[in-house]
């Protein structure tokens, strides 16, 4: 034998480095699961929750805004679901378009939030006017005013309406 002394580790002291460094990388892995949930805590997180309207701006064809009776309601959850639901006072009833079918509109799926670009997807899997939305994406660009409310605009070039909601 050389002239080398041999230290021993204790069975306990192996045991204890093993437990911390296994907390530590469970403690790691799941830091890493949150940041993928939720959207790296960006504006993806900023949209989590509940929502009620606060104003609708949809120009007519004359390109004026005309008054809107205020409806209510989205969610977005942090799994990546949404849903909203906005039913018009009984005076726009008669409203139906792709969105809204008799003065109401309702319609749930998944999103995707794309924080470069600013927008969030919608993948309708259901809807109150079925087969006009059913299956269909539709991007949605958004922005965080300094108020803290959300502004949301259709990303498509034929419409050109806007609402602005607020967390409840």
Same mark, same amino acid.
């Given at each position: 034998m050389?002239?080398?002394q041999r230290?021993?580790?204790?069975?306990?002291a192996?045991?204890?480095?093993?437990?911390?460094?296994?907390m530590?990388?469970s403690?790691?892995?799941?830091a890493?699961?949150e !940041?993928?949930i939720?959207?790296s805590g960006g504006? !993806? $997180?900023?949209?989590?929750?509940a929502?009620?309207?606060?104003?609708?701006?949809?120009?007519?064809?004359?390109?004026?805004?005309?008054?809107?009776?205020q409806?209510?309601?989205?969610?977005?959850? *942090?799994d990546?679901?949404m849903s909203?639901?906005?039913?018009?006072?009984e005076?726009?009833?008669?409203?139906?378009? $792709?969105?809204?079918?008799?003065?109401? $509109?309702a319609s749930?799926?998944?999103?995707?939030?794309?924080?470069?670009? *600013? *927008?969030?997807?919608?993948?309708?899997?259901?809807?109150?006017?079925?087969?006009?939305l059913?299956?269909?994406?539709?991007?949605?660009?958004?922005?965080?005013?300094?108020?803290?409310?959300?502004?949301? *605009?259709?990303a498509?070039?034929?419409?050109?309406?806007?609402v602005?909601?607020?967390h409840?």
């Amino acid at each position: 034998m050389s002239g080398a002394q041999r230290t021993r580790i204790p069975t306990k002291a192996i045991y204890g480095f093993t437990l911390v460094a296994a907390m530590a990388f469970s403690i790691f892995v799941h830091a890493q699961s949150e !940041k993928k949930i939720n959207g790296s805590g960006g504006a !993806k $997180e900023k949209l989590i929750g509940a929502w009620h309207l606060v104003h609708i701006d949809a120009p007519g064809p004359d390109g004026k805004s005309a008054p809107i009776p205020q409806p209510k309601g989205m969610i977005y959850t *942090r799994d990546g679901h949404m849903s909203v639901q906005l039913m018009y006072p009984e005076s726009a009833n008669t409203l139906s378009n $792709e969105y809204v079918l008799n003065g109401y $509109e309702a319609s749930f799926g998944s999103y995707e939030v794309d924080e470069i670009t *600013r *927008r969030v997807t919608h993948h309708v899997q259901g809807s109150v006017t079925r087969d006009l939305l059913v299956g269909k994406d539709l991007p949605r660009k958004f922005e965080f005013t300094a108020d803290g409310h959300l502004i949301i *605009r259709s990303a498509r070039s034929d419409e050109h309406w806007s609402v602005t909601w607020e967390h409840y």
